[in-house]
């Protein structure tokens, strides 16, 4: 390991696509769109990300004496907690109450996608190569986040939306480990929508019917979209619905028009895009959409947006089209992002998410180590109450 040589990009295409995704395990049947360097180029590309928007590349490569990429790490320095869904607002506030400065902080994370994946990327290893070496790898990707961390005196570093091995791992490691919760739909090997539903209580059954029945009554044209289908124009339409909700939430537009033509040409056919149209106009216009990302075997809902009110709409574009499409593609879940307890009724369980934090001041350290052993616990009570309120026959 000592021969290894750890490198800082200031962008990720100044690492080879192909050497990225490598690590990635862009190949691999659990491969995660968000990690690729597709996605992440789309976002620094379009100048979503960038160190003006407060999120300056700092991505990590290490390798091997051959001067072979072996592993990387998504990596940033923040000037702001915005797009991380990861809440630290409060840290922040406290840290700043007793007169230290918490910007900038490292965050190793894809940024405005609160979605699981691996942040330690390591490439296949050869037969001869034990899981310490890999182990050690990743062990090497942050050392060298808490030396970038000193060289630029920040505050903390924060590692959100982990696997549960790297969780476990890292923590076992000296990072402290805090846990949220997302709600996702797991696919218990139904061979059709008919089928979920029959695993349902009646009443919840019923209402989800109901619902569909509504979705469908609006005199528009529900239809799928992917692959060469995502035209210059049709991006173009769904970035307007994307600023729809913007407006309607108060939030800010992280993603641009051209983040959204790059994930077209970029990802193809692993953007997934479930839309409605009305066919009243002289030309068919789309009035609303739900935009997903496919994995090896996950469906990732991500952004939503309509021009006008149509009830039951949402619930039909953002989860029952994705629960259709996941049955039919035999994919294992549909992650369906941050927030919601409506989700519950509709078959989206709460399910845990992990993160990882290292925090540069001693004291601090210790009050939130004593905030976490309190927050966590009650995140698994949450979680098993709400368990409790779901749809499917006990």
């Not at 990635?24 to 360097?37: L, Y």
């Not at 939430?249 to 033509?261: E, G, I, S, V, W």
């Not at 609303?288 to 075997?297: E, F, H, P, S, T």
């Amino acid at each position: 390991m000592s021969q290894l040589r750890v490198e800082v990009h200031p962008g990720i295409n100044t690492i080879p696509p192909e050497a990225w995704d490598r690590c990635a395990r862009n190949d691999a049947p659990d491969n995660n769109p968000f990690i690729s360097h597709a996605f992440l180029s789309a976002l620094e590309e379009s100048g979503s990300v960038c160190a003006e928007t407060g999120w300056q590349p700092q991505h990590l490569t290490i390798m091997d004496n051959d001067g072979v990429i072996i592993a990387c790490a998504p990596l940033y320095l923040k000037s702001h907690s915005y797009g991380e869904y990861v809440f630290d607002w409060s840290w922040a506030n406290a840290y700043e109450r007793a007169g230290r400065t918490y910007y900038p902080k490292l965050q190793s994370a894809v940024p405005f996608s609160p979605v699981t994946g691996k942040r330690l990327l390591v490439a296949p290893t050869s037969p001869e190569a034990s899981p310490e070496e890999t182990k050690e790898l990743r062990l090497a990707l942050i050392n060298a986040m808490l030396q970038i961390l000193q060289q630029y005196e920040a505050s903390s570093l924060h590692l959100t939306f982990t696997t549960e091995q790297e969780w476990h791992e890292l923590k076992a490691a000296g990072l402290l480990a805090r846990t949220g919760m997302q709600y996702h739909w797991e696919n218990n090997d139904y061979q059709s929508f008919d089928d979920f539903l029959a695993a349902l209580s009646s009443r919840k059954r019923k209402a989800i019917k109901k619902e569909r029945r509504d979705a469908h009554s609006h005199g528009l044209e529900i239809k799928t979209l992917t692959g060469d289908d995502l035209t210059p124009e049709i991006c173009d339409q769904f970035y307007q619905l994307y600023l729809s909700t913007v407006d309607k939430k108060y939030a800010h537009d992280y993603l641009n028009r051209d983040f959204f033509q790059l994930l077209g040409s970029k990802l193809g056919k692993k953007v997934i895009l479930s839309t409605a149209w009305d066919h009243s106009y002289a030309s068919p216009v789309m009035v609303a959409g739900a935009l997903n990302l496919v994995g090896g075997d996950t469906l990732y809902g991500r952004n939503w947006g309509s021009h006008g009110h149509y009830p039951n709409l949402h619930f039909e574009l953002c989860y029952y089209q994705a629960i259709d499409y996941a049955i039919t593609h035999k994919l294992k879940r549909v992650e369906a992002g941050a927030q919601g307890e409506h989700k519950i009724q509709r078959g989206y369980l709460p399910t845990k998410t992990y993160s990882l934090h290292g925090i540069s001041d001693p004291n601090f350290r210790d009050a939130i180590a004593r905030f976490l052993q309190s927050e966590n616990p009650a995140v698994d009570r949450e979680i098993d109450m709400l368990r409790e309120l779901g749809p499917f026959k006990k």
